[in-house]
């Protein structure tokens, strides 16, 4: 081997808001503020608060490596953090406030967290846990001191006092790529919540990513709106692919109802937005309520839990808004795959071009697949074959965060990851996930998948929201029930919803029954959640 001779510069998360100050200054973050109103900064000034942050998590003691923790909404403070800690060698851990109590204080704990920044909203939260949380945990209200919430909480600090009067540059100390950046939890839906920690390395790579995935969106005359949260797997990345390619960022804070969210959209010429299919509801009875899309509004980036066909044909064919189909994980950064077409494809009849976007999409560069089936055996990728997907690149987890036995299960002898989702992959590099391996549906040894029952159940016009779920059943082992959110001023027969399922499936894949319920329970991350649904209706 002949070893190249370039230079090895470690990759830095600092270096994307120094890029972005120097090259983007004029490139705006706007954030819709708990205070109430719009603040607008660009990467410029960002880069002068993210340094005075930084001289000021110093001064409150934080060392390279602490994990310093957040507990807030998307504005532009929580996207300080994201880099004053980094920048100087520490760890954002962000906390997803939807998380029970018991879990919240787990992680807190786990992380050995040692500052806890946090919205006001989260301020009763916090003070009602206060008892239960670390001695010397420190308390930092992100506001100034007219907005400080009233909360009981001990030597309680001000975010804009922390940033007065210290200086506006700093010299980045040089950190090893492989320093941790940043912490998530996943949302523990499986037992307790377990710890992605990013590196510099794989944070910069994944940036680099999804901005020569995402090029039509990602662009310095664009402007991009993450109804993703900061507090879940660093909002898809958006943090950092935006200041790195000049794309403007509209922070919608605390307001994600369907209104607030077409409002800001179209006051800010929003080009692209991403979020989990269940904020995209409340957008379309808005959309559908006024007749129209959010002025500028080009692209829906939908990903989280599977898009289903009839939320993807509102979005295009009601109101000519693009989506774009994303499959990923916590513990990948989480951008796997992504459903851009190809110009061939583009050429296609609308439903055939549909129907590539009803599948996740295509393996992003860096992404490896492996399908295996029950023996472990590698499966081809020939769009038929489906199995458990393993992953391998740089930008997922070679383990949990100090978590042996959760990493033991999850990585497999090869180095792979275990992404627990069943698929298949077209030789086209296009992934089709039927299923989570633990929502399967075993009928009679056959697999049912609940993503398609459910995408073709949404599709009558008495369905707003529903799931599928295994039942389990004497004779046939399990057995499909749909659960179904009616739709306002629709009251929907069971039987016309059996034959409309079972107009598109074989007999043995239809639902023989379907319940009724007000509202589906959804995950800290908004998915449906379909453990509480088995607990709820089918517990053996
Ligand atoms: P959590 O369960 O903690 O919310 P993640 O957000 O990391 O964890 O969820 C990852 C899982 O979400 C994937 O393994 C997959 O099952 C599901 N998922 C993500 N995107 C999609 C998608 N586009 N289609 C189907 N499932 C998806």
Redesign the pocket.
Known sequence: MLKGLMMNRPLSVSSIIDFAAETHGDAMVTSSTVEGGLHRMSYRAARGRIAQLAHALRGLGVQPGDRVATLAWNGYRHFELYYATAGIGAVCHTINPRLFEDQLLYIVAHAQDRVIFFDATFAPLLAKLRDRLPRDLKFVAMTDRAHMPDADLPELLCYEELLDGQPDTIDWPELPEDAACSLC??????GE?KGALYSHRSTVLHALTVAVTMQDSMRSDRKVLPVVPLF??NAWGLPYTSPLTGTGLVFPGPKLDGASLFELMEAEKVFSSWGVPTVWLGLLAEMRARGRAPEGLSEVV??????SRPMIEAFEKEFGVGVC????????S?IG?CGLLSPTQQQLPVDAQIDIKCS??KRVFGVDFKLVDDAGSRLPHDGQAAGELYVRGNTIISGYFENDGATQKAIDGDGWFG???IASVDPGGFLR?S??SKDLIKSGGEWISS?DLESIASGHPGVANCAVIAKPDEKWGERPLLIVVASEGHTPSKEELLAHVGAHVAKWQAPDDVLFVEALPL???G?VSKMTLRRKYVAA
Do not use: C, F, L, N
């Not at 939890?185 to 499986?190: A, D, H, I, L, Q």
């Not at 939908?302 to 898009?307: E, Q």
């Not at 189909?325 to 990948?332: I, K, L, P, R, V």
């Open positions: 939890y996943t949302s523990g839906t499986t919540p879940h797997v939908i990903g989280g839990s599977a898009a189909h994303a499959w990923g994980m916590t513990e990948m989480p795959t996740q999409g992404t627990g989702d996930v299923d989570r993503i995950t800290a991350t998915k």
